[in-house]
């Protein structure tokens, strides 16, 4: 399935930003999505996911309370709702999907093109 990333840019320290994935032609109802971020000189890191099956999200641990995942309801895209956001969030988002359970780790099938998200202090 081919994914679009979209909903990055330029916020400053404490705001907020809603990131987008959603697939060409088709709808995610079969997929798992997550996302994942790469800060500059660093290694690509999960941020969240939710099941296919029952929606159950996983987040990680240190974004917490910050960042939230979703589907709309027809299933046709998958957001990633932040708030508080820091400059340590700053990074390139890519969301990815697979059809079977999430993983935090970074083996989907499926990738976006990412979007940036950068946040001035």
């Known amino acids: 399935v081919q994914l679009q990333a979209s909903g990055g840019g330029l916020v400053q320290a404490g705001g907020s930003l809603r990131l987008s994935c959603a697939a060409s032609?088709?709808?995610?109802?079969?997929?798992?999505v997550a996302w994942f971020r790469r800060a500059p000189g660093k290694e690509r890191t999960f941020v969240a996911a939710?099941?296919?099956?029952?929606?159950?999200?996983y987040y990680a641990d240190s974004l917490k309370g910050r960042f939230t995942i979703s589907r709309d309801n027809a299933r046709t895209t998958v957001y990633l709702q932040m708030n508080s956001l820091e400059p340590g969030d700053t990074a390139i988002y890519y969301c990815?999907?697979?059809?079977?359970?999430?993983?935090?780790?970074?083996?989907?099938?499926?990738w976006g093109q990412g979007t940036q998200v950068t946040v001035s202090s």
């Open positions: 939710i099941s296919w099956s029952d929606d159950k999200t």
């Open positions: 990815a999907a697979d059809q079977k359970e999430p993983e935090r780790y970074p083996w989907y099938d499926s």
């Open positions: 032609g088709r709808t995610l109802s079969s997929y798992s």
